[in-house]
């Protein structure tokens, strides 16, 4: 069974700094995609950036980029020049196969909080 | 097309009582997914359809717990004899069969049993 983990419950950055969260995850697939979705409280979960296993280059949306190293099954979300609204829970997320809709394997989460 | 809408928003039931919840996707998409998620935690799998098919269920959903979208449309999520382990946020997704665009989370529906 796929694993996803997230081994930071918590960060914190300075509005306008820069934030890496963590994660790593445990699959035999060879084919898959991983998402970070946010979570603002009380609000529904939002898709922040995606990354198709089969691709090398690291996916990148704005502010939001990541460190994909799949031999090292790492996907590490890096948020540039951090806002107040980019507070929320991170999660990381993982689903196997070659773009055939399925369910997703979530880690625990981040919670994010950025200070002034 | 306002995206997922899932209700009732908030549900407080008594332990012992049945309660139903309604999860209405967007209309192009073929998939529908159930996920549990208690508080701090990341949302757990519980079931997803294509289109009235159910195609997997978790061992997470007991016996109590069953799902339908009968007509291929909207779905249902209804929890039998509710016990105080159930408290959690049900939420709901929907997605296209393939998953370039990902996947769009409802607001979900809140349950607490006491």
């Known amino acids: 069974a796929q694993t996803v983990t997230q081994s930071q419950p918590e960060m914190s950055v300075q509005e306008a700094e820069t934030v890496t969260l963590s994660c790593t995850y445990d699959t035999s697939e060879s084919d898959y995609y991983l998402f970070w979705y946010k979570q603002p409280p009380s609000r529904q979960m939002i898709l922040v950036i995606r990354?198709?296993?089969?691709?090398?280059q690291n996916a990148t949306e704005n502010r939001f980029s990541v460190n994909f190293q799949k031999a090292a099954k790492s996907f590490s979300l890096k948020i540039s020049d951090s806002q107040l609204g980019d507070a929320a829970m991170y999660f990381c997320a993982y689903v196997g196969g070659t773009g055939t809709a399925s369910k997703l394997t979530f880690g625990t989460g981040t919670r994010l909080q950025v200070t002034l | 097309d306002t995206g997922v809408s899932q209700n009732p928003r908030h549900k407080i039931t008594k332990r012992g009582q049945n309660v139903t919840f309604r999860c209405d996707p967007i209309s192009e998409h073929n998939r529908l997914y159930w996920y549990r998620q208690t508080l701090g935690q990341g949302p757990e799998f519980l079931t997803y359809f294509q289109n009235e098919a159910q195609l997997e269920k978790s061992r997470l959903l007991s016996d109590r717990f069953s799902a339908e979208r009968p007509k291929g449309s909207f779905s249902t999520l209804e929890i039998q004899r509710t016990e105080q382990g159930d408290s959690a946020m049900y939420l709901c997704?929907?997605?296209?069969?393939?998953?370039?665009?990902?996947?769009?989370f409802g607001s979900g529906t809140r349950l607490t049993v006491v």
């Open positions: 997704a929907s997605s296209p069969r393939t998953y370039l665009h990902g996947y769009t």
């Open positions: 990354q198709e296993a089969y691709k090398q």
